[in-house]
Nanobody, 123 residues
Framework: QVQLVESGGGLVQAGGSLRLSCIAS????????MAWFRQAPGKARDFVAA????????MYSNSVKGRFTISIDNAKNTVYLQMNNLEPEDTAVYYC????????????????WGQGTQVTVSP
């Protein structure tokens, strides 16, 4: 009964910013890792960033490191992805995901998924 609901996607010009949100419900997430993945049309689902529920550990893909910041407000059961200096290559559907345990990079290692939110970056 875990539910993840993303929001915050939209259309932005290159160099702009967006903040995505993921509201988690249906469980006690204290031992969970939360992550963002993205998938462009015809492409694989790729790891973007992840954070432990307590916020003490974060990981980023090389393509977004230095531009994106993942954070968590566990009192609100909400994970954020602040995306700055967006590039057209960032265009994709962004998914929130969750798993019990440590941060992992593979999408198949996550048990719960949101519905996705579209991010489009125009040149």
């Amino acid at each position: 009964q875990v539910q993840l609901v993303e929001s915050g996607g939209g259309l932005v010009q290159a160099g702009g910013s967006l903040r995505l949100s993921c509201i988690a419900s249906g469980a006690t997430f204290s031992n969970y890792a939360m992550a963002w993945f993205r998938q462009a049309p015809g492409k694989a689902r790729d790891f973007v960033a992840a954070i432990t529920w307590g916020g003490s550990d974060t990981m980023y893909s090389n393509s977004v490191k230095g531009r994106f910041t993942i954070s968590i407000d566990n009192a609100k059961n909400t994970v954020y992805l602040q995306m700055n200096n967006l590039e057209p290559e960032d265009t994709a559907v962004y998914y929130c995901a969750s798993r019990r345990g440590t941060i992992r990079f593979g999408w198949n290692l996550y048990d719960y998924w949101g519905q996705g939110t579209q991010v489009t970056v125009s040149p």
